[in-house]
Structures are given as C-alpha cells and as structure tokens.
C-alpha cells in the first residue's frame, strides 16, 4: 500500500514539474514571473533552454523511476540535481546573497524533493515482505 501511495505522490510531482518544464520552454517569462528572473534579449534562450532542461528531465527521470520497473534509480537524477541547486542556494547565502521569502521556498522545494526522492528509492527498492497474512505460494510440481 505504502508503494503506491509513494508512486501517487511522486509521480504528481513529475506531473507538477512537467508543467513547470514544459510552460518555461514555450514561454520563458513565465520563469520571470515564478522565479523572478529578467527574461530578455539573449538570455531568453538560456532560460528557455536550462531552465526547461533542468525540469523536464528530473520530472522524467522521477516518472520512469516509479513507472518502469527495474528503473528506481532513476529517481536519485531528480535527487542529485535539487541537492545541488539547494547546496549552490546554500553557498549564496553564506556568501551573502540577498535571501527573500521566495528563496526560501525555493529551498523548502528543494529540500522536500530531495527527500521524496530518496526515500522514494530506498521503499521502492527493497524487496516486498512476506507477512503471516500473505498466502504461502505453492510449491510448483515436480
């Protein structure tokens, strides 16, 4: 049970952060207007391009860690790559970087993914328990 109610909650963050990945790709502002970032000339396309990237494959490698089977792994791409966007958030407050409240729910995110997605791995790859409640599989004829 507890399996697929972690399956459900990642995959509806995958889903989240689909919508995320795939509105920035077609319309950078929209990163201006959620992570209040300047979206013009040039940079446009590097937002477009990293930003979209950075969504769109930890939100795939979060559905393909829970959808395909032998694939849980996968679910520690989306760990490493919030770890490190926490870790460089980190490092620019203790530099002195300006923190607002937008910061640190960015870092709250990050750090809840990184957990999700872990903890995610871990449940999802240990072999299932055999409880006194589960039928003992027949023995196959010889």
């Known amino acids: 049970?507890?399996?697929w109610v972690l399956r459900g909650?990642?995959?509806l963050w995958a889903l989240f952060f689909v919508i995320v990945g795939a509105r920035g790709l077609l319309d950078p502002a929209?990163?201006?207007?959620?992570?209040?970032?300047?979206?013009e000339g040039t940079a446009t396309n590097t937002i477009r391009a990293d930003l979209s990237a950075f969504f769109l494959v930890a939100a795939g490698s979060a559905a393909?860690?829970?959808l395909v089977p032998g694939w849980v792994r996968a679910l520690?791409?989306?760990?490493?790559?919030y770890g490190t966007a926490l870790a460089g958030r980190?490092?620019?407050?203790?530099?002195?970087?300006?923190?607002?409240?937008?910061i640190a729910q960015a870092m709250i995110i990050e750090a809840l993914t990184v957990l999700l997605m872990v903890g995610g791995w871990w449940v999802l790859s240990r072999p299932p328990v055999v409880t006194a409640a589960d039928p003992i599989p027949a023995e196959p004829p010889l």
């Open 30 to 39: 929209s990163y201006g207007d959620t992570f209040g970032l300047l979206v």
């Open 64 to 66: 393909i860690g829970v």
């Open 90 to 102: 980190l490092f620019g407050a203790a530099s002195g970087d300006p923190v607002n409240s937008g």
């Open 1 to 3: 049970m507890i399996n």
């Open 9 to 11: 909650a990642i995959l």
């Open 76 to 81: 520690l791409v989306p760990a490493a790559l």
